[in-house]
């Protein structure tokens, strides 16, 4: 009599995964984890950074508008009808940016200086750090510093 052997394809056996495979998985996933966040938190900073300084030279735009027909800058803008009279909406309300926006100007004439100031709320990498613009478009500040938002 002839023995009979028993057969089985891998379908029949191999429904799941190991636990070897699996682990790998995790740690495939959890590698790129790792890297994609830290680029993603820099990548959110960037944007930021530049709609700030964008904002800033949208600001700087409209203290010329209003210094050419009132030979003097709009100071301390905190309503939005006064933000309109440098010709933008209030960017501290209408932008959803975690930052603050100020305006100080002082002088008439050839003696009259402005200066533009956002500052990064807190929350972030580059928390409390600010950018300024001025009535000679001079970009200065400590935001630029932070690694996270170059």
């Not at 996933?29 to 964008?54: C, D, H, K, M, T």
Request: proline share 4%.
């Amino acid at each position: 009599m002839a023995h009979k052997t028993r057969t089985m394809n891998r379908s029949q056996w191999a429904v799941g995964m190991t636990l070897i495979e699996l682990l790998m998985v995790v740690f495939i996933l959890g590698s790129l984890v790792a890297v994609a966040v830290p680029n993603y938190r820099r990548a959110i900073e960037q944007v930021y950074f530049r709609e700030a300084r964008g904002l800033l030279l949208t600001i700087y735009s409209g203290q010329r508008a209003y210094f050419f027909l009132n030979d003097f800058y709009f100071n301390n803008p905190t309503t939005m009808s006064q933000w309109r009279m440098i010709h933008m909406d209030d960017p501290n309300t209408t932008t959803s940016l975690p930052v603050t926006f100020a305006v100080t100007a002082a002088g008439t004439g050839g003696m009259a200086t402005f200066t533009a100031r956002a500052t990064r709320s807190s929350g972030g990498p580059c928390s409390n750090l600010f950018q300024t613009v001025n009535e000679q478009k001079t970009l200065a500040g400590t935001w630029g510093s932070c690694p996270a938002a170059l």
